[in-house]
């Protein structure tokens, strides 16, 4: 099989590797469409997770069963499945906790292009098939539905954290596509005002099809000064730490009130200069003392978060297809795609390829 791997920090090419093997509760799985993230981009040209070698690429996909183990009861060769970024073990201890995102220690449940190959590939492993996989909706669009794995799924998840009460008011900090997700959420959440902060046109722009009512632009000055401003000095309800460096944490902890919540689901492939930390303002945070709490947390992988997303879709509910400015055609533009993610002109928002079967 051929993938678009990780071949060293800094260095991506195309490889040959086996097939992988099925086990008998696994499937086999065929792209049907991918989608580069920039969490590939922080792991291949960051670092982020250390050192990989021929590593396959990608944890964003939907795709076609080519197998399945002899034990997988729901699905069968054929089938067009979304497939989740995360696939947990749910029979371990830390599944059984609720927090299946992290089986087997933490970030474990992100396997894809983390330990092992990902979806980059000519073919792809799915462990546990009957646990995390979905069906593939009729009649959803394979630019929306590339959507569901990750960017919906831990965007979300943003607002599902960051407990955002009817008629809360919601900063979300970053408006790439997972920041725009988080917008989507805060909205289906029932937030009243949700400021937005971004300055690239596209993410506007859908920033305020998913419900933005206040766009902050960082290049107009201080974003929590603006933010505050704005409240007359209250603060918001609830923060969504989508993007940024590490000192983005210090516009989080200043614009958020005392018992609000700092929902963050940004990966910080780096630490703040020569150090590996990430800061808070002393004063800002009340000395640690003003109950302005920080919660992280794992894109939810799994068949029935999928399945749910889904039905956020197919209903009506946000259109993710919004995101998918850029469109490919074929398995060999994955590179061309992944190379856009990392240099980012302004009028992107998400890569798609839409691989031919």
């Given at each position: ?73 729901d699905f069968k060769p054929g089938d067009r499945v979304i497939v989740p970024a995360i696939t947990p073990d749910w029979e371990t201890e830390a599944a059984q906790r609720g927090f299946p995102s992290q ?255």
């Amino acid at each position: 099989m051929k993938g678009l791997a990780m071949l060293k920090i800094g260095e991506i090419g195309w490889i040959e590797k086996d097939r992988p093997a099925c086990g008998p509760r696994d499937a086999i799985v065929k792209p049907l469409a991918l989608a580069p993230c920039t969490s590939d981009v922080h792991t291949v040209w960051e670092g982020a997770i250390g050192d990989r070698h021929n590593l396959i690429l990608g944890h964003e996909a939907l795709g076609i069963v080519d197998e399945v183990g002899s034990e997988v009861k729901d699905f069968k060769p054929g089938d067009r499945v979304i497939v989740p970024a995360i696939t947990p073990d749910w029979e371990t201890e830390a599944a059984q906790r609720g927090f299946p995102s992290q089986t087997g220690g933490p970030l474990g449940g992100w396997k894809f292009s983390n330990f092992k190959d990902g979806v980059f590939g000519d073919c792809f492993h799915v462990n546990l098939a009957d646990y995390n996989l979905a069906h593939l909706p009729e009649g959803m669009s394979l630019e929306a539905g590339v959507m569901l794995p990750d960017m919906l799924s831990t965007g979300f998840m943003g607002a599902e954290n960051a407990n955002i009460q009817i008629g809360s008011t919601v900063a979300v900090l970053g408006i790439g596509p997972v920041g725009l997700c988080g917008v989507a959420g805060a909205r289906l959440r029932g937030a009243g005002r949700i400021f937005a902060v971004g300055t690239r046109p596209a993410s506007v722009r859908v920033a305020k099809e998913y419900g933005a009512t206040d766009i902050i632009s960082y290049k107009d000055g201080n974003t929590a000064d603006q933010i505050l401003d704005r409240t007359g000095g209250a603060g918001v309800d609830a923060v969504i730490i989508a993007g940024g460096g590490p000192d983005i944490m210090m516009d989080a902890i200043n614009v958020a009130k005392p018992g609000s919540v700092i929902s963050n689901i940004n990966y910080f492939g780096s630490g703040l200069g020569d150090q590996d930390v990430i800061p808070l303002p002393r004063v800002g945070w009340g000395f640690g003392m003003a109950d302005k709490n920080i919660m992280t947390g794992l894109c939810p992988g799994g068949r029935v978060r999928m399945e749910r997303l889904a039905e956020v879709v197919m209903h009506g509910r946000m259109d993710p297809a919004l995101m998918a400015t850029h469109v490919f055609k074929g398995f060999d533009k994955l590179e061309e795609a992944l190379l856009l993610m990392k240099d980012k002109p302004k009028d992107l928002i998400k890569p798609v390829v839409i691989v031919e079967q």
